[in-house]
């Protein structure tokens, strides 16, 4: 027999010793006990992990077939999301892509909202519309400015209801070298081109919440992909909202609102005189409409990720596997990037009334 020590707190927290003693055979049946805990936990855990591993594997190739079938399914014999009386609110909705959006959603019979910096594009846009028979709500909005988003997200939410579809659409280019370009520019291109999309989140994400249905897409950009020269203002404020796009996917799917969708459209370069001047090598100039087409599919099929063309974001995936050295000769020699940026024009501020 031996004795053991065993230490307590008592009441005063003073420490009491006590002795315990154990006979051989019930040493025995503790060294044995604890074995079998242990033995327990770990078969525990490797039928659990193998149990995990095979709901994965299935998973995996489940998604991966749905994936695969999917691509050959035709458009006509799939369920698409319906746009029909849906509120969709189009920023940077009266110029290029988002006016070429605008145009089509409504004849999806759908509540078209637009905020715009420029009121004479959108004066000029609802007038076209409205010929065509169609009715939008237009609103004069700096998205650079966000207690203007915050103000004006309530008098949408008055005048026209709840915003069922959010696309965060507008976007500037300063398009300079670095050293180049003015401290207001970077910091207004970050501002229209990825905080707006924080503002006007947060403004009717919660309304989204609450009805538990809702839709948010961001209008991105291969240089978001991609680091662009004369573009590290435009890029990182690109790459910036790719992350808030993942990041809040993140959090929605946790929480388990998996009925508020999240859609990003990466485009190349879109013939809209954004980037006039550029001369891209590797393939023509997009045209508006494309884009605009492409994103209303990429809606309607609840789409994650969009890159257009869908090619680009294979080709510029290899960017991470590749010695930079190589990475470097592709962009210069090949795809001849820097070079198209070089011709680009210089910023002008985008036009107010
Ligand atoms: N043009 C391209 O080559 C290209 C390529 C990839 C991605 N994109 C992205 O596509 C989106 C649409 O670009 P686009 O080519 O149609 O541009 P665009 O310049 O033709 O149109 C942008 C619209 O946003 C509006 N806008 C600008 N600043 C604003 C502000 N502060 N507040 C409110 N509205 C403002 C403009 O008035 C304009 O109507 C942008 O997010 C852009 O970054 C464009």
């Not at 420029?118 to 004069?140: F, P, R, S």
């Not at 950009?221 to 203002?233: Q, V």
Request: proline share 3%; with cysteine; hydrophobic share 40%.
């Amino acid at each position: 027999m031996r004795r053991l020590a065993v230490e307590n707190l008592n009441g005063n927290g003073r420490i009491m010793t006590e002795t315990k003693e154990y006979s051989a055979t019930q040493k025995v049946q503790r060294i044995m006990y604890s074995i079998y805990r242990t033995l327990h936990k770990i078969a525990l855990r490797i039928v659990t992990g193998i149990l995990d591993l095979i709901v994965i594997l299935w998973l995996s190739f489940y998604y991966m077939a749905e994936a695969f079938i999917l691509m050959f399914i035709p458009l006509s014999l799939r369920t698409l999301k319906s746009l029909r009386g849906r509120t969709i609110l189009v920023t940077g909705g009266a110029g290029g892509v988002g006016q070429e959006l605008v145009t089509r959603l409504v004849k999806y019979k759908a509540k078209v909202i637009v905020w715009d910096v420029n009121e004479k594009a959108m004066a000029k846009l609802k007038e076209k519309v409205e010929q065509d028979g169609y009715k939008i709500h237009t609103y004069a909005v700096d998205l650079s400015d966000r207690e203007m988003i915050y103000k004006y997200a309530d008098i949408v939410k008055d005048e026209v209801g709840t915003v069922d579809i959010l696309i965060n659409n507008a976007g500037i280019v300063c398009g300079q070298p670095f050293l180049d370009i003015p401290d207001y520019m970077i910091e207004k291109t970050y501002k229209v081109n990825t905080l707006s999309c924080y503002w006007t989140a947060k403004a009717f994400l919660p309304t989204m919440i609450k009805h538990g249905s809702g839709h948010i897409v961001t209008i991105g950009s291969l240089t978001g992909l991609l680091g662009a020269h004369s573009c590290t203002d435009y890029s990182g404020s690109k790459y910036a909202t790719i992350g808030f796009h993942e990041s809040l996917w993140t959090e929605l799917k946790t929480k388990k609102y998996s009925a508020i969708n999240l859609t990003m459209v990466a485009p190349y370069f879109i013939n809209t005189g954004m980037f006039e001047g550029c001369k891209p090598t590797y393939s023509p100039m997009l045209e508006p409409k494309v884009v605009a087409k492409r994103t209303i599919l990429a809606i309607r099929r609840e789409e994650f990720f969009c890159s257009v063309p869908a090619s680009s974001l294979y080709i510029l995936g290899l960017k991470n596997y590749l010695p930079t050295k190589l990475n470097w000769l592709l962009q210069y020699r090949v795809l001849r990037l820097p070079q198209a940026m070089k011709t680009m024009r210089k910023f002008q501020e985008p036009q107010a009334a």
